[in-house]
């Protein structure tokens, strides 16, 4: 609408206390100024049933200790910690944490052929979400920890892999 409207956008956050202020202070048309409002309200009404569910997910799964561990784990906290939670289980069946990484389809696909090995990307087989989650989890590492350094590694590693996505 702001596009439609003529108004730039400068700012990469149009959410934020900036972006938030370009929407209350842009000249827009009556009818873009009508939906842009019509669109926030819809927004705020998302956030608030958003609150509501993640409340009642924290409620339910305070006393669960795998919850609670995973929480500790840089870039996992309250937001990835029930997706771990709910869609692996009791992590106790898995013998390893490499036969729970095979499982959410973290691991690299390896194909071999007599002395020749073909490293591919990760599997994508497992839970979808789970996998998400991870590399969302190891998007959000601050700088210096060896989480982010292990990841910045694989992903410049990855991107100037020939054939890479």
Same mark, same amino acid.
């Given at each position: 609408?702001?596009?439609?409207?003529?108004?730039?956008?400068?700012?990469?956050?149009? /959410?934020?206390?900036?972006?938030?202020?370009?929407?209350?202070?842009?000249?827009?048309?009556?009818?873009?100024?009508?939906?842009?409002?019509?669109?926030?309200?819809?927004?705020?009404? !998302?956030?608030?049933?958003?609150?509501?569910?993640?409340?009642?997910?924290?409620?339910?799964?305070?006393?669960?200790?795998?919850?609670?561990?995973?929480?500790?784990?840089?870039?996992?906290?309250?937001? !990835?910690?029930?997706? /771990?939670?709910?869609?692996?289980?009791?992590?106790?069946? !898995?013998?390893?944490?490499?036969?729970?990484?095979?499982?959410?389809?973290?691991?690299?696909?390896?194909?071999?052929?007599?002395?020749?090995?073909?490293?591919?990307?990760?599997?994508?087989?497992?839970?979808?979400?789970?996998?998400?989650?991870?590399?969302?989890?190891?998007?959000?590492?601050?700088?210096?920890?060896?989480?982010?350094?292990? !990841?910045?590694?694989?992903?410049?590693?990855?991107?100037?892999?020939?054939?890479?996505?």
């Amino acid at each position: 609408m702001l596009a439609k409207g003529g108004v730039a956008v400068p700012m990469t956050d149009l /959410f934020g206390v900036r972006g938030r202020l370009l929407i209350e202070t842009c000249e827009l048309g009556a009818a873009y100024r009508v939906r842009v409002e019509s669109l926030r309200q819809l927004i705020a009404s !998302f956030y608030r049933e958003i609150k509501l569910v993640e409340r009642d997910v924290q409620r339910r799964l305070a006393e669960h200790l795998g919850y609670q561990a995973i929480q500790r784990i840089p870039g996992a906290g309250p937001l !990835f910690a029930p997706i /771990f939670v709910v869609e692996i289980g009791d992590v106790t069946r !898995f013998k390893s944490a490499a036969h729970l990484c095979s499982w959410a389809g973290l691991t690299p696909l390896d194909r071999e052929s007599d002395t020749t090995l073909h490293r591919d990307p990760i599997t994508n087989k497992g839970s979808r979400l789970v996998r998400s989650a991870a590399v969302e989890a190891a998007q959000r590492q601050a700088a210096g920890t060896k989480l982010r350094e292990d !990841f910045t590694r694989i992903a410049t590693n990855h991107a100037n892999t020939p054939g890479a996505r």
